[in-house]
Structures are given as structure tokens and as C-alpha cells.
């Protein structure tokens, strides 16, 4: 199930499906990777690792986490739709629907 980083934030980009041990928060689980670790599953969750770092710093509640994932996510859609020859609109950023229980 898709849960949730930073709380409040309706981003698509603010949704992650990564297993934490119980009660544990996904802004914790990431935070608390370690090093070597963190970035393989940074890279297959579609992570920059910069947005981890800031996100580890607090940066602004988390927003800052958000904001960086949207504009990575946001690139790769751009390239892919390119190389697909479907043209985009400039509004790619949106809220996501509830998807959590």
C-alpha cells in the first residue's frame, strides 16, 4: 500500500510503498537508512539522493523531500513521454487520490 512521507502533503510524490517495522513512520524508515544501504533503495524508489539528505535535515517539515522527488519523477515522465512521442501539458504536478486505509 502506498503510505505517506510527509504528513499533509497530497503530492503523488509523497507516496512511497516501502515496509517499515510496525508503527514506525516511512519519514523515519528513510531517515534512518544507513549509507551504503540507503542507496540502492533510494534509486529503485525513484529517490534523489539529495532529497534524502534534505529530508534526514528537516528541511522545511519535509517539503523540500517533496518538492525534490516531484521534479526528479516529474523529469522522468517528460523523458519517457518523449521517447514515446506523447505530448505533455505543462501542469504535470497534481494531488493524489486517497489510496490509503
Do not use: C
Amino acid at each position: 500500500m502506498f503510505r505517506p512521507v510527509v504528513a499533509g502533503d497530497k503530492r503523488p510524490a509523497n507516496r512511497l510503498v516501502l515496509p517499515t517495522p510496525p508503527n514506525m513512520t516511512l519519514a523515519t524508515a528513510l531517515k534512518e537508512l544507513a549509507e551504503p544501504t540507503a542507496r540502492g533503495i533510494l534509486e529503485s524508489h525513484g529517490i534523489p539522493l539529495w532529497a534524502w539528505h534534505r529530508l534526514r535535515e528537516g528541511g522545511r517539515g519535509g517539503t523540500l523531500f517533496v518538492d525534490d522527488r516531484t521534479e526528479l519523477l516529474a523529469g522522468r515522465l517528460r523523458d519517457f513521454a518523449a521517447e514515446l512521442q506523447v505530448p505533455l501539458t505543462d501542469g504535470l504536478v497534481g494531488i493524489a487520490d486517497e489510496d490509503t486505509e
